[in-house]
């Protein structure tokens, strides 16, 4: 049985860390895993369960880390090392230049327009010197992909998409009715998560529409800011902040619509999962958001920079039963075509596989 060294720089709340748990349930019949991770709730006691767990820094590089990663990849005789995200990436590089391992990455979301110049040359040029170092980066999207090889840190050749997959319910049938609608948003309060426009949004419906009320899940640095927007715009009563939450399954299926305004995304995990609960989607249009909201057809996608857009988009959703009824039946297709969990892990294990052949 292969042994993989997976690494991920978080194992708090996240889509990376659900992600990798989906990956690592599905194939743990298949492969050996080793699971280098933050101590970090609720996730590290949750990768024990599939493999041997090896305690890294939270989103920080550490010496210590890198050599008792190399001691774990020397002693079990790792074949495979993956990594999640940028952070982990830094590890996973750089045990494959110390120990010739053969290499996968997963993006997880590639964002750097927003730093300033020199940072991004500086970011872009790490990615350039590391893709040496790299046997296959797997992207999530195919945006993603492209963003990607617009930026010139990946080839053609050496990046594969997999597509995030999530969990598929039964199809529930919907019924919108003009009161009491709730909408729902999944994000972590932070600003790449775009919260501050997802207020403005509110603040433009409630100006038409009373009925509604908007619950965040989720928590993070901007929560406190947030918090005193939502009083500054005289909104709280139309928002509802909830923290983490171990029932949103529950909180999906009474939901009637999840509104999105990242400001980027790889593949939101939270998006398809409330399409696998045939909600119709209003999502900002970004990179991840693109490649599975279909507009007009599925949901809706908006300019981040036009809240009002937004705004007039669900006011459309919730006075048209009909195009409701319709953008629910087809949120739960896209999913249940595209985005199934055994689809995903078996395209990761083919690649698994093919570099175990090749090297």
Known sequence: MKKILQITSRADYGGGPEHLKHL?????????????????????????????CIEIQHRKFSVWSLFSLLKTVNKHSIDIIHSHGKGAGIYSRILGLLTGKPVVHTFHGFHYTHLNPFYRWFYLGIEKLFA???????????????????????????????????QIPTFR???????????????RLSREKGM???????????QKYQDFILLIIGDGPERVNLERKARECGIVKYVSFLGFRHDVS???????????????????????????????????????????????????????????EASEYLWELINDNALYDSMSIN??????????????????????????VST
């Not at 046997?135 to 010139?152: H, M, P, Q, R, T």
């Not at 049938?173 to 994000?187: F, H, P, Q």
């Not at 949120?331 to 093919?354: F, P, Q, R, V």
């Open 24 to 52: 690592i349930s599905g194939l743990s019949s298949s492969f050996e895993f080793f699971i280098a991770a933050p101590v970090d709730k609720p996730y590290f006691e949750i990768f024990k369960k599939y493999g041997t």
């Open 132 to 166: 040496y170092a790299t046997d296959v980066f797997i992207s999530v999207s195919e945006s993603e992909k492209n963003s990607c090889l617009n930026a010139g840190i990946v080839s053609h050749d050496s990046i594969v998409v997999v597509l995030n997959g999530v």
């Open 173 to 187: 049938k919907r019924a919108l009715t003009k009161k009491d609608t709730t909408l729902v948003n999944i994000s």
């Open 196 to 206: 501050d426009v997802l207020l403005d949004i509110v603040s433009s419906l409630s």
């Open 250 to 308: 529950n909180l999906l299926e009474q939901a009637d619509i999840y509104i999105t305004a990242s400001r980027g995304e790889g593949m939101p995990l939270t998006v398809l999962e409330a399409m696998a609960a045939s909600l119709p989607i209003v999502a900002s249009s970004v990179v991840g958001n693109v490649d599975v909201v279909v507009h007009g057809e599925n949901g809706f996608l908006f300019n981040i920079n036009k809240p009002n």
């Open 331 to 356: 949120a739960y297709k896209t999913i249940a075509d595209k985005h199934s969990l055994d689809k995903m892990c078996a395209e990761t294990a083919s690649i698994y596989n093919k570099i175990s």
